[in-house]
Nanobody, 118 residues
Framework: QVQLVEESGGDLVQAGGSLRLSCAAS????????MGWDRQAPGKPRELVAI???????TYADSVKGRFTISRDHAKKTVYLQMNSLKPEDTAVYYC???????????WGQGTQVTVSS
């Protein structure tokens, strides 16, 4: 199966540390409308972390505002999530989502594990 979206950058980090996640969309993806990140912690529902819509509209979960920054490189079809001041409650599998095409298609990566130790 062709992987259209691929994340990287997950790791084990101490509380207060930083990580940068990357997500690259394959050449098969075109007309990107939105790129973003969700996360899912054990025993909890998946939640939106951050999203860029139409290249300039940014939305963040309240729990990460001021600590996380989402950015996008249009030419590389890549979205980044800079995570600073990490907390143990940020521990989760982080999934990249790309919304693209017409009609709109939503593609997900397989996820990357972020573990924050106290």
């Amino acid at each position: 199966q062709v992987q259209l979206v691929e994340e990287s950058g997950g790791d084990l980090v101490q509380a207060g540390g930083s990580l940068r996640l990357s997500c690259a969309a394959s050449n098969g993806i075109f007309a990107i409308t939105a790129m973003g990140w969700d996360r899912q912690a054990p025993g909890k529902p998946r939640e939106l972390v951050a999203i860029i819509i139409n290249g300039n509209s940014l939305t963040y979960a309240d729990s990460v505002k001021g600590r996380f920054t989402i950015s996008r490189d249009h030419a590389k079809k890549t979205v980044y999530l800079q995570m600073n001041s990490l907390k143990p409650e940020d521990t989760a599998v982080y999934y990249c989502n790309v919304q693209w095409g017409l009609p709109l298609v939503s593609s997900w990566g397989q996820g990357t594990q972020v573990t924050v130790s106290s």
